[in-house]
């Protein structure tokens, strides 16, 4: 198919989450491209702030944990994200970072299958995988010291031949921070379990990019972020959720007093609270959970069918486009073309790829670059319309058009990209 | 000494930290005597939590992870708060939260320990320990499975005699949470070190309180929490910090991305920063660190001399006042009266303590419960005066002389006091 500029625009004057575009303070002459990254400012989130600030620490002080509903925050925005995660009421909770919460579910998962398969010492990943992930299994094998071993799926070794007897748990993400490659939850979950392994499910790319369906999939454990899709504001508290079956059974060591079914009580020994609380551990950043139900108010409104079709219909647009127009430069797409294979945002290699990306920022498309040679641009449904995409791939088109990327400023590494 | 609110007025004309009163935004008719389990508001954080959501957040989204400086702010507010700790540069980070940093203090003693004395299996701590300290080691042991052991201090078995050469570990807290009982922690962690155990202390009620000093103590690994004397708003981020001597030897189970050395090269294997950065784990919640940094901007102007002495001055006001003018209810002082011995709050037992909490909260005087039966005041020289401990008191003799405490609302329980 063809695309034009006026397409992109007729195509947004048809679309139905248009509107959720002025939801969110944007700011001017960009395109973000990297919601996937960070997300963008929910256009009330300010004033809550404020409150939370002013009112409820400033002045009701240490009454708010109950007057303001602090002590209640992480199972009550847990419960908010649940239906995006295709979770039940009670199975989430908001709390720490992913990395401490892979740990959590890990430490969970292994103790359960300490009892029911004790002789089961992998633990299998994937090479791609996010590295945080890696390093947690990596942390946890060293500390116990009992003999448990990461095993890696690749491209020598793959899921169907990596998934024997000896897998313990399997530990994926949903949708791959770097291809955008979207794994097939249930289908994956099924494989586990049939070979006796338990499933833990890293959604940070996931949540809020797509309708996940936990309970649907039969899943285990999960964990993810909420500063990506779900716009809850720089470093704002992951999410852990446990399935239903493993509600009360499940244990994990990280078991600080905010985990106990009675903190209050100052008992010497831990008991663990009943169901998903038993993940807190410590008191949590109330102003950063506050911001982050800003976020997940407006993620809560949108029809889940709407938002998938909006996001196929972007990266599609992406990549015909960049192929169309940036047809030849040395660009090759690692995102799967198949829909069902698709998350929601789109990479592509280019031997260049940090100058490049470098040079797109300067010109207000902002993407990011992952090693090696990696562009990623996060498509975003809520934000972002049929018109940003074209924009954006023109800009893109003329910088390898020009070479303009090809200056000393565009080739210096800074701390973080 | 005979005490009068005049004179209490005269010490407040004479009081150097006087000033610093106008640094807080303070409600109206309130003595809150609670900043040792929740600070107040710092007056310039309003205007730069909206600066980081509207300016860094908002219009420069990704890029403020290099450009504000959000990438460092683990080690810069751990190298802001060092001079209150007795630390050095580059030995503190900001982090996660109190139970967590534990939870990494412990792990990384006890694998110094495995090294060194693989034979020592007992963590020590002490029964009256805040819950968390003492759940987390529980959660630590069963997980591991390595024959640890925790060994708790009491009545019944004193810190000498529980100090043996099976010591692993010895995990205290500097200030005690109910009562305000000071360790001598030079004299302690020489006591530990000379049974050859590693000393981890936990500063949450001395941070900002009062002066501490790790180096000079020679302690071991220390952790504590900001959102007390530090006024860093609730729930923000804890820290921990690690003797020089262990910089680069120490090693922690929680090994995210960002304790790794390139966590932006994305590589599979696990390697550990060099220094107080592999205490890191995840990505932290940016708005409430931002938060926390006003409340140590203001700590860092204070001469620690002279908040010690005000510190001393108060409680010792409040003690005696209390004995003077309440002297005939049943009212029990737990807090130490020797000065070495005392932190910065003043707890007294009463028989219906949970009540006559709440009616002192109802007349304007916030101060906390703490099972079992403990009336706790947390004394902050930064924003009270002699004249408030004056008034605080007052109002604790008027509800006990009418026993106004005595009413159906006063005894109804919360979810959390
Ligand atoms: C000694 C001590 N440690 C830890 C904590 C709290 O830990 P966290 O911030 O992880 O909830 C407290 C809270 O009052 C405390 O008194
Ligand atoms: C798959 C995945 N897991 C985890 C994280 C980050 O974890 P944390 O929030 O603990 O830093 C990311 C960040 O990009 C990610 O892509």
Redesign the pocket.
């Given at each position: 198919m063809k695309h034009t500029r006026e397409a992109c625009l007729i195509a947004d004057q048809q679309d139905p989450l248009a509107g959720f575009r002025q939801r969110f303070d944007l700011p001017a002459n960009t395109i973000y491209l990297d919601g996937n990254?960070l997300g963008v400012l929910p256009k009330g989130a300010l004033e809550r702030s404020q409150q939370v600030i002013t009112r409820e620490w400033g002045h009701d002080l240490i009454r708010s944990w109950n007057t303001a509903g602090w002590f209640d925050m992480p199972t009550r925005l847990g419960d908010k994200l649940a239906p995006l995660l295709g979770a039940d009421p009670g199975e989430t909770v908001v709390t720490d970072?992913?990395?401490l919460n892979l740990f959590k579910a890990l430490a969970a998962a292994l103790r359960i299958q300490r009892q029911a398969h004790p002789e089961r010492k992998v633990i299998l990943s994937e090479r791609d995988n996010?590295p945080?992930?890696l390093y947690m299994i990596q942390g946890m094998i060293e500390f116990l010291q009992q003999g448990y071993e990461l095993r890696l799926i690749d491209e020598a070794l793959p899921l169907e031949q990596a998934l024997d007897d000896k897998v313990a748990v399997l530990l994926l993400?949903h949708v791959n921070?770097r291809t955008g490659y979207l794994y097939d939850m249930a289908a994956v979950t099924h494989s586990a379990h049939q070979c006796g392994a338990l499933a833990i499910w890293?959604l940070?790319?996931a949540a809020g990019a797509l309708q996940v369906d936990l309970n649907g999939a039969d899943a285990d454990f999960a964990v993810g972020?909420t500063y990506k899709y779900l716009n809850g504001g720089p470093g704002s508290p992951?999410f852990i959720w446990v399935a239903p079956r493993h509600q009360n059974a499940f244990w994990q060591p990280l078991s600080g007093w905010w985990g106990h079914a009675k903190p209050f009580e100052m008992a010497t020994d831990y008991a663990p609270a009943q169901g998903i609380r038993r993940f807190l551990c410590g008191t949590q950043p109330i102003v950063s959970l506050a911001l982050l139900e800003c976020g997940l108010d407006v993620a809560r409104e949108v029809d889940s069918q709407q938002l998938r079709a909006k996001s196929l219909a972007l990266t599609d647009l992406f990549i015909e486009l960049v192929e169309q127009r940036c047809g030849g430069h040395p660009l090759t797409l690692i995102t799967p073309r198949e829909h069902v294979r698709r998350g929601s945002h789109v990479s592509f290699r280019h031997p260049q790829g940090f100058a490049v990306m470098q040079a797109l920022i300067a010109n207000g498309v902002i993407g990011d670059y992952r090693e090696p040679e990696v562009l990623r641009f996060g498509v975003t449904p809520l934000y972002l319309s049929h018109a940003d995409i074209w924009d954006a791939v023109e800009i893109l088109r003329e910088i390898l058009d020009s070479g303009s990327w090809d200056r000393p400023e565009f080739h210096r590494r800074g701390a973080v990209t």
């Open positions: 990254s970072t992913t990395s996010f945080t992930d993400s921070y890293d940070a790319h972020c992951a």
